[in-house]
């Protein structure tokens, strides 16, 4: 009898392979699930099962592809209709040996959601664990604003959910949700990877909200919602390429990378860090920060265009690549060998982003200089922590809101840490702003600054 955990770095995401008596189950695979095989080997068993707890919307599924490898059967909630695998109801149970899965249906995060119960048969029916997928994560609860026309009924069914389905369980059981620390599905999970329903029930801000609260709350929670969803929504209903089929991106010298700019339209993405963007990069090129990259990526890029990656180091490109495959873009076709230290050795013309640390922006502030600083985090963050005199613009909104802004002033862009500021300039200077700068403290960093100047 074995459970292993497998994560998805950059997306926080979760999923589970376990088994015995030869058989093997896994729950929410990743799309590059080579990995699942060779644990079930391993282990010596052969993977039977395989179970999605909703239709994801911010990874792309392995489901297909983990099948097309294992012969095993996939299995969904019935409330929608999926082009492959088969529907299943409250109550169907699942046996692996001595082990026992029985469905939940956990309508909330999505309608056709579902739950798996796990127990083990040798010592009792009773539930010994529950995998949660997006119902349910430890320290918070699924967001329930992806289907907008149903909000209303969502919220108040994933309330159902976990009050009426999860937590009469037992406090005993241990939860295994499809999303940790990061995650865009939820506010703030916590960074733990186990919990119990008893723990949870004491500490789980969400559980502890009455029926009122908990709809009130989750109605006015801010969330955001990237292009890429709807797209992941398609590729997991209907299914989407097998990655033995995809290319691996090539490494092209200075010259051909600037052909394909030239010539071909090549979309350039850059994932240094803000410092090295903002010092050389290629002129027109997108910034987003490898530490950023899973989060923000699916609200700029496009499915349609070849991207080409520009990265320190080749592992830095291949991890792009991989987060990139993750959630259905499978256009990176190629990645600048040698990166910025090729391209300015070639003798290719690149810009720069002049940058101003937070001393040099409440000076500069404090003399009335005609600027206007635009913060880029969420309405949330900046009601934590005001940037004022500043113009607050969600970074992914910007792209709408570019002929909003002021051409003859200077802008700089400001968010927590740079990293989001360092795309928003970016995207100004693709849209031919000429006076842009980037601010590369932190918010808590500045705003202490402003409290100790008003102080003195």
């Not at 088969?86 to 899965?101: A, K, P, Q």
């Not at 809101?401 to 693709?430: E, T, W």
């Amino acid at each position: 009898m074995f459970l292993e955990i497998v994560h998805a770095e950059g997306l926080s995401h979760l999923s589970y392979i376990f088994g015995d008596g030869g058989k093997a189950a896994v729950i929410d695979p990743r799309r590059d699930c080579k990995i699942y095989a060779d644990i079930a080997n391993s282990r010596g068993a052969r993977i039977t099962h395989i179970f999605e707890t909703h239709c994801h919307e911010d990874f792309v599924s392995g489901a297909l592809e983990l099948a097309r490898r294992t012969g095993a059967e996939i299995y969904h909630g019935h409330a929608l209709a999926f082009r492959y695998g088969t529907g299943v109801r409250e109550g169907e149970t699942f046996d692996l040996g001595n082990l026992s899965l029985k469905v939940i249906e956990t309508p909330g995060h999505t309608p056709e959601s579902i739950c798996l119960t796990l127990s083990d048969r040798v010592y009792s029916e009773r539930p010994v664990a529950v995998f949660t997928g997006d119902t349910l994560f430890i320290g918070d609860a699924g967001r329930t604003d992806l289907f907008p026309a149903m909000r209303d009924e969502l919220v108040e069914k994933l309330y159902d959910s976990l009050h009426r389905k999860i937590m009469p369980l037992g406090d005993h059981v241990i939860i295994y949700p499809a999303h940790g620390e990061g995650s865009v599905c939820a506010k703030k999970p916590a960074s733990r990877e186990f919990s119990t329903l008893g723990f949870e029930r004491q500490s789980n801000p969400m559980l502890a909200r009455s029926r009122k609260d908990f709809i009130q709350h989750n109605l006015w929670e801010e969330h955001h919602a990237p292009p890429y969803f709807w797209q992941m929504q398609k590729f997991n209903r209907e299914g989407i390429p097998l990655v033995a089929k995809l290319p691996e991106p090539k490494p092209e010298n200075a010259e051909n990378f600037a052909a394909a700019i030239d010539q071909h339209g090549l979309l350039v993405l850059d994932v240094r860090s803000p410092e090295a963007f903002a010092g050389a990069h290629i002129p027109d090129s997108l910034s987003i920060p490898l530490d950023r990259f899973s989060l923000m990526a699916g609200w700029f890029l496009p499915y349609d265009r070849t991207i080409g990656l520009v990265a320190e180091r080749a592992e830095d490109a291949a991890k792009a690549r991989l987060f990139l495959m993750r959630m259905g873009f499978d256009n990176a076709s190629m990645y600048l060998a040698g990166g910025m230290t090729a391209w300015t050795g070639a003798g290719k013309s690149f810009a720069s982003i002049p940058t101003v640390d937070a001393e040099e922006l409440r000076r500069r502030i404090a003399i009335r200089e005609d600027l206007l600083v635009l913060d880029v985090r969420s309405r949330t963050e900046y009601a934590e922590i005001p940037s004022d005199p500043s113009q607050n613009t969600w970074i992914g909104d910007l792209p709408r809101q570019l002929n909003a802004l002021p051409r003859d002033k200077k802008i700089v862009a400001f968010c927590s840490n740079g990293q989001r500021a360092i795309i928003a300039a970016s995207l100004l200077q693709q849209a031919n702003f000429r006076r842009v700068e980037v601010y590369l403290g932190s918010d808590k960093a500045y705003k202490a600054l402003q409290i100790s100047k008003k102080a003195a």
